[in-house]
Nanobody
Framework: QVQLVESGGGLVQAGGSLRLSCAASGRTISNYAMGWFRQAPGKEREFVAAITKSITWSGSSTYYADSVKGRFTISRDNAKNTVYLRMNNLKPEDTAIYYC?????????????????WGQGTQVTVSS
């Protein structure tokens, strides 16, 4: 079993930055690809970013939704059993509950069904 706990959400002005953290317990996240999803009121849960579990000489592969590419950065620290989402130049449309998730596979990471463990989410609110 893997437990995931998100933190770092809050209220920020448009153009500001936040860093979300996802702390895992129970098992090492080195065995899992990790992803971030978000859900705004009245909308479906959508993919934000993912990072693979496989490590090569060039590091893990990362994937981003077009809406956040160039503004958000996902990273992982396996020694700390933590994954991060750095969010820069935040916009009001980024307002949502952000969820951390873990997947046993390194493919199809834009799909929520690939993830078997989920955190409870952390609220991010961006004011204009």
């Amino acid at each position: 079993q893997v437990q995931l706990v998100e933190s770092g959400g809050g209220l920020v002005q448009a153009g500001g930055s936040l860093r979300l953290s996802c702390a895992a317990s129970g098992r090492t996240i080195s065995n899992y690809a990790m992803g971030w999803f978000r859900q705004a009121p009245g909308k479906e849960r959508e993919f934000v970013a993912a990072i693979t579990k496989s490590i090569t000489w060039s590091g893990s592969s990362t994937y981003y939704a077009d809406s956040v590419k160039g503004r958000f950065t996902i990273s992982r620290d396996n020694a700390k059993n933590t994954v991060y989402l750095r969010m820069n130049n935040l916009k009001p449309e980024d307002t949502a509950i952000y969820y951390c998730a873990a997947s046993p596979w390194d493919s199809g990471l834009e799909k929520a069904i690939q993830y078997i463990y989920w955190g409870q989410g952390t609220q991010v609110t961006v004011s204009s």
